[in-house]
Antibody
Framework: QITLKESGPTLVKPTQTLTLTCTFS??????????VAWIRQPPGKALEWLAL???????RYSPSLQSRLAITKDTSKNQVVLTMTNMDPVDTGTYYC???????????????????????WGQGTLVTVSS | DIVMTQSPDSLAVSLGERATINCKSS????????????LGWYQQKPGQPPKLVIY???TREAGVPDRFSGSGSGTDFTLTISSLQAEDVAVYYC?????????FGQGTRLEIK
């Protein structure tokens, strides 16, 4: 049974750095093709994809936020951490982490994970940015 | 970025009737090497995380009722609920995972008429 749970501060001040942790169980982030993504949702608005980390440490970021984001993993703790710098009130919203398990493509000795759908999601954590 | 545009923004359908939601991508999400459309549909009820309903444009996720179906290819996709039930009231999002940044549609709010 795959589960994910987000944790972190509920309130941050403008210009501060947000650090969110996704703690998961039921899968390993050392298995080929597995990835964990972060997605956020401002109140009453649509979903916005932020970042993703693959089992092999390949990372992808939203270009519009790339300069502010960093995603890392700690496989010994079954955790993925997202940091977002220079927080602003427009960053207020619910932050979700999600699992995906896609195919792996190999060319010669190089293999990389393919993007895939998010089949398991955490419950989300609401982050408010306010002074 | 691939822009995902859903229509309509909101939809009211009578119980037992058909509901149809459309999604258009700004470029094809069909990967020619495996002939798969990298398109998913999610259902989100108030206060809950999104739930995967359809992936690869037409494959129903395990446990999803068979009244849900997905169709389309390339840039035009449809989510159909054949006979609307009260528990289907939600916001539905399409998502492309063909390339990063992964992008979502703006959402379609489905209500009971």
């Amino acid at each position: 049974q795959i589960t994910l749970k987000e944790s972190g501060p509920t309130l941050v001040k403008p210009t501060q750095t947000l650090t969110l942790t996704c703690t998961f169980s039921g899968f390993s982030l050392t298995s080929s093709g597995v990835a964990v993504a972060w997605i956020r949702q401002p109140p009453g608005k649509a979903l916005e994809w932020l970042a993703l980390i693959f089992w092999d440490d390949d990372v992808r970021y939203s270009p519009s936020l790339q300069s502010r984001l960093a995603i890392t993993k700690d496989t010994s703790k079954n955790q993925v951490v997202l940091t977002m710098t220079n927080m602003d009130p427009v960053d207020t919203g619910t932050y979700y982490c999600a699992h995906s398990g896609g195919a792996v493509t190999c060319s010669g000795r190089s293999c990389y994970g393919q993007l895939s759908f998010s089949d398991y999601w955490g419950q989300g954590t609401l982050v408010t940015v306010s002074s | 970025d691939i822009v995902m545009t859903q229509s309509p923004d909101s939809l009211a359908v009578s119980l037992g009737e058909r509901a149809t939601i459309n999604c258009k991508s700004s470029q094809s999400v069909l990967y020619s090497s495996n002939n798969k459309n990298y398109l998913g549909w999610y259902q989100q009820k108030p206060g809950q995380p999104p739930k995967l309903v359809i992936y690869w444009a037409s494959t129903r996720e395990a446990g999803v009722p068979d009244r849900f179906s997905g169709s389309g290819s390339g840039t035009d996709f449809t989510l159909t609920i054949s006979s609307l039930q009260a528990e289907d009231v939600a916001v539905y999002y399409c998502q492309q995972y063909y390339t990063t940044p992964i992008t979502f549609g703006q959402g379609t709010r489905l209500e009971i008429k």
